[in-house]
Structure formats: structure tokens, C-alpha cells
């Protein structure tokens, strides 16, 4: 089989095809003929050897799939081979069949496409725990998303548009500010163009905001916290700036504010029936219309070393995905 694969650690423009030999599924694995994989920031950490899980090498990217079982290991009872399924693989998505964990490989409902389908557990899940688990975000509070247009940032601003917060997007460009208004945005700050600090004060009449979603650190994380109201709270979801940042502590302390961490895959490991329950109430919005993927581009696989280096250099709003013939 064909698969785009990392041969050593390094940007994307390393990665190669190579002709590699399909794999089989253990007694717990799904074997997926994959259809699409959607890209996603861990993909440009992983390798670079960046990411907190380190694969052999050589390895594929791509840890979000979509695609038919082609086999099933003899404890998988839930799926059969013929089924069209979406998984969490971590990394080799980016290959004609990838392997997935059983309890990671759920069926697609059959309103949705494959691109969707792989595009849907990473973004929205991460979304929805960030803001129901870790913020406990409330009706009538104000919620600012930071890096507003990714994948991350749009499914957060529309989900916390349905649990009923006024939403803040915060992206580079106005247009990537028109789609985060287009999926309900309420007020947006362009941040390139605009002061933070004085746009965020004077869209909360000075009170400042409840909630803050953070996919990207670096330097516009500082002046968020100094912008949260009594008891807010700072979401570190990602570092998609590169870099993490140096929040004073002080900050906190004075405004009875947390700075809270979020790590969805490690939750949804841990409390498998909660992390069921949000990804049933996901795939019910999708189903509904009230919650939607917006595609930016699709690339062959010959093509995934620049799905991946277009998400690095922040050309990207919504997904990239690759999809596999």
C-alpha cells in the first residue's frame, strides 16, 4: 500500500510516498481502508518529534480518519468489515488502510460524508470538553476564542454559541473573521489590526470576559488573562504559535480568575461514558444543521506534506483533509 510517510524527524517537506506493506488488525484493532484524513495541528509536531507521543520510525502522520473496514480483529464486535467508520489513530492516517483501536473506531451515521466524518472527533470534541468539562461555561456568559478561524476555533465558536455564551472570535484577518461570524460569532476583534486589551474592554462594557479559548499561546495569551472577569477562565487547549506563554501568576490571584488545562484524548480515555455522551450530543448537532465543518481545502495524498505545511504557515480556516482514492 501506499503511505506518506515520515522517514525521519523534520518539517513537512521530508515526508515521502513509499510503498509499504498493509497492515493486520491485532485481536482489539479495526483495519480501515481510509477515505479521508483530516489534518490537525498535533500532525506538524509529531514529525518534528515534538508531540507528546513519539511513534517509531518510519511512520505516517494523520490521527484522524474516516473510511470502510477492511478487517477486524476477533474482540471487535460493534463494527464488521463493509462498514464506513471515523477513528483516532494518533499517527498513519496519511496511508491507503491505517489501523485503529477498536474503542477509538465508531460507526459514520449515514447522513454523513467521509470528509466530515474525518473532521469531527479531534475539532468538536476537543471543543465541547474544553468548554462543558473544564470551563463549565454557562448561559449569558461571554466566551473569547483565540485563533477563532482553525479547526479548534471554529467548532468552539459555534458550540459555545449552542450552550448559549456570547461568542468573541479573535483571528489575523478579516477574512477569516467573516466565516467566524458566518457559524455565529457575535462580536470579532482582529488582532493584527486591533489592541486586545482596549477591543475586548470595550465590547464587555469594561467587565471583561468569562471564558477564554486558547489553541494558540504565544504572545496574545498575556493580555487575554489580563482581560478575564471575576472567577474567569483561561482554556490552554494548543500551542499552534509554537510557542507557550509565560502567564505571571499574579494575574490570576487578582481576579479569582483559573487557568485551566485541556487534554480531550486523555479525558476521553478516562471517562469514556462522559466523552460518549458529548460526541452522541456532537454527531446530533451535525445531524441537526446546528453545527457544521467548514472544509478549506482537499489534497491528494501525493499532496499531504503541503496540507500539513499550509496549517503551519496558518493558511488555513477550518480544515485541511486529505483525502485517499
Not at 123 to 132: D, E, F, I, R, V
Request: charged letters at 20%; a neutral charge; proline letters at 5%.
Amino acid at each position: 500500500m501506499k503511505a506518506l510517510l515520515c522517514h525521519e524527524f523534520g518539517l513537512p517537506e521530508t515526508l515521502q510516498i513509499s510503498e509499504v506493506d498493509k497492515p493486520s488488525p491485532t485481536e482489539n484493532q479495526v483495519l480501515i481502508k481510509v477515505k479521508a484524513c483530516g489534518i490537525n495541528f498535533p500532525d506538524s509536531l509529531i514529525i518534528q518529534d515534538k508531540y507528546q507521543f513519539k511513534p517509531a520510525l518510519p511512520f505516517a502522520p494523520g490521527g484522524e480518519v474516516s473510511g470502510i473496514v477492511e478487517a477486524i480483529g476477533e474482540n471487535v464486535i460493534h463494527v464488521k468489515p463493509g462498514d464506513s467508520v471515523f477513528a483516532l489513530t494518533i499517527w498513519g492516517g496519511m496511508a491507503e488502510f491505517v489501523l485503529a483501536d477498536a474503542h477509538k473506531c465508531l460507526p459514520i451515521p449515514s447522513n454523513m460524508d467521509f470528509v466530515t466524518a474525518a473532521t469531527t472527533m479531534y475539532t468538536c470534541g476537543t471543543s465541547l470538553h474544553a468548554l462543558k468539562q473544564r470551563a463549565q461555561i454557562q448561559a449569558g456568559e461571554t466566551l473569547l476564542v483565540l485563533g477563532a478561524a482553525g479547526g479548534v476555533g471554529l467548532a468552539a465558536v459555534q458550540i459555545g454559541k449552542l450552550l448559549g455564551a456570547k461568542v468573541i472570535a479573535a483571528a489575523s484577518t478579516e477574512e477569516k473573521l467573516e466565516v467566524c461570524k458566518n457559524l455565529g460569532a457575535d462580536e470579532t476583534i482582529n488582532y493584527t489590526s486591533a489592541d486586545l486589551r482596549e477591543r475586548i474592554k470595550a465590547l464587555t462594557e469594561g467587565k471583561g470576559v468569562d471564558v477564554i479559548y486558547d489553541p494558540v499561546g504565544d504572545k496574545f495569551s498575556e493580555p487575554a488573562v489580563r482581560s478575564l472577569a471575576w472567577e474567569g477562565r483561561f482554556l490552554v487547549v494548543g500551542f499552534a504559535a509554537g510557542v507557550p506563554a509565560a502567564i505571571r501568576l499574579n494575574l490570576p490571584l487578582l481576579k479569582g480568575a483559573s487557568i485551566v488545562g485541556v487534554f480531550w484524548g486523555a479525558f476521553a480515555q478516562k471517562r469514556p461514558k462522559e466523552s460518549n455522551q458529548n460526541f452522541q450530543q456532537i454527531l446530533n448537532w451535525i445531524k441537526d444543521g446546528k453545527l457544521k465543518q467548514h472544509i478549506n481545502r482537499l489534497y491528494p495524498l501525493k499532496e499531504g506534506s503541503q496540507a500539513i505545511r499550509d496549517l503551519m504557515d496558518r493558511k488555513v480556516i477550518g480544515k485541511n483533509v486529505v483525502t485517499v482514492p
